[in-house]
């Protein structure tokens, strides 16, 4: 078999390894990108001040602060105890409100374990924090509820209709209470949701509504944000030029902001350009283009390595960029001499196991599986090539389903159909508030 059939059959760049890159960070990061973030010093002021303070609900206001100042930095595992210090506390002193923030603090910090425990019990806290809310007609933390509801339980379980069903009731609570950037954050989340069910278009219209109105807001962090998606949603539109000059904008963007940006935002955005170069380089070796497949993916190595040095750095080597070298690795291995193939393949399957131990979702688990399928066929063990492409099957069949696709679009369809009632209610209270008007003028 030619490697040109291999790659043809193998390597087509497959719409799913795009969504890894965004979902392991969008999901991630997405009430960081919600909530504002504060400055270190405010958390460490909170860690002197609050053993000082008397037991009170100041505390449990204090206490639940510092958890959401270090939840919107990502310190997830910080933020629980003091979270879980406030909610005690609460309950001591019969306060609902702290009870209630502590338990959104608390759906919130249990992010970074979702996979590895009971997922239910974050939509459960949730949830209760959402019924106090509602009683307090705090429309803004029910509409957080909604949103985190949406991304941290259903969309991580890959309860897509559900997850859109929560962001467009979220949208709703965010327009009528005229709350732009809540709003911008619910179009680039739901863009996610539809690229995770490989829908670019959707996701392309969405993802282009939350840049506009971040370009509105001047802010620098979430623009630089969403040129990553919607170059990755040009990337599986087969745009790669267009792809590129986007990532690498957002790239220039979270250099500029420097410690001001997204602690992930420059090794993420390297490991999307090195995702485009490997995507230019399957097109220049499917057209027969050794050379330039080889200087592709030479080039994709730079920016992934950049990802790896800032995340060894950081102490975040996790799965995703593991995923890309064993990738690379295995396209490498088309490109160079026989003496060489091995060395490259022996180093796919070291990083792609790596990636393997510290999946923690259906998806991350098709991806690898898929990838080391890629890899076992090139060396031409197809026994252990099928075995991971069943499992990797599986996983995909478990994913999405043509009852789910149904119930998104019917949750998208309801949102519009309530959307336009509601602008032709609104315009019919004018139009009747102007006749009253030149009625009570005739009158007089």
Not at 12 to 23: E, G
Not at 59 to 88: G, H
Not at 290 to 318: I, M, P, Q, W
């Amino acid at each position: 078999m030619s490697k040109s059939v291999l790659r043809d059959k193998s390597y087509a760049f497959d719409m799913k390894k795009i969504i890894l890159f965004i979902l392991f960070f969008g999901s991630c990061s997405l009430l960081t990108i919600y909530c504002k973030g504060q400055n270190t010093e405010t958390i460490d002021s909170l860690k002197k001040v609050i053993p000082t303070m008397m037991e009170d609900t100041n505390k449990v206001n204090a206490l639940n602060k510092l958890s959401e100042l270090l939840n919107t930095k990502s310190y997830y595992k910080f933020s629980i105890p003091y979270t879980k210090e406030a909610y005690t506390l609460s309950n001591h002193l019969h306060f609902k409100k702290g009870i209630a923030v502590s338990n959104f603090n608390f759906g919130w910090s249990n992010i970074s374990n979702v996979g590895r425990r009971d997922v239910s019990e974050v939509l459960k806290t949730i949830n209760e924090a959402k019924d106090y809310f509602n009683k307090a007609d705090d429309a803004e933390h029910v509409g957080l509820c909604y949103a985190i509801s949406a991304a941290e339980y259903y969309r991580i379980e890959q309860n897509y209709p559900d997850a859109i069903k929560n962001y467009f009731v979220a949208l709703k609570i965010f327009e009528k209470i005229d709350n732009k950037s809540k709003l911008a954050n619910c179009y680039k989340d739901l863009s996610l949701v539809y690229m995770d069910q490989n829908d670019t278009t959707e996701a392309l219209k969405y993802a282009l509504l939350a840049y506009k109105s971040y370009e509105i807001l001047k802010d620098s962090n979430r623009i630089a944000y969403q040129c990553n998606v919607i170059g990755m949603i040009y990337l599986a539109q087969n745009k790669n030029a267009e792809a590129l000059d986007l990532i690498l904008k957002g790239l220039k963007l979270y250099e500029t902001l420097g410690t001001k940006g997204y602690w992930f935002g420059i090794p993420w955005t390297n490991g999307n350009v090195g995702d485009v170069y490997c995507k230019m380089g399957d097109d220049a070796f499917a057209s027969g283009d050794t050379k330039l497949a080889k200087n592709r993916y030479d080039k994709a190595f730079e920016y992934y390595k950049n990802r790896y040095d800032y995340d060894s750095k950081n102490g975040n080597l996790g799965g995703p960029v593991n995923l890309q070298y064993g990738n690379l690795y295995s396209r490498l291995s088309t490109v160079v001499g026989a003496d060489e193939k091995n060395e490259m393949l022996n180093k796919s399957k070291f990083y792609l196991q790596i990636a393997l131990d510290s999946a923690r979702t259906k998806d991350n688990y098709y991806n690898i599986y898929k990838s080391m399928s890629d890899k076992d066929t090139l060396e031409g063990n197809f026994k252990m090539a099928y075995r991971h492409y069943f499992l990797a099957k599986l996983y995909l069949d478990s994913l999405i389903n043509d009852e789910k696709s149904k119930k998104s679009a019917m949750y998208k369809m309801q949102f519009e159909t309530d959307k336009k009632e509601a602008l032709e209610k609104a315009a019919q209270e004018a139009k009747d508030s102007r006749q009253r008007n030149i009625r009570n003028s005739i009158i007089v």
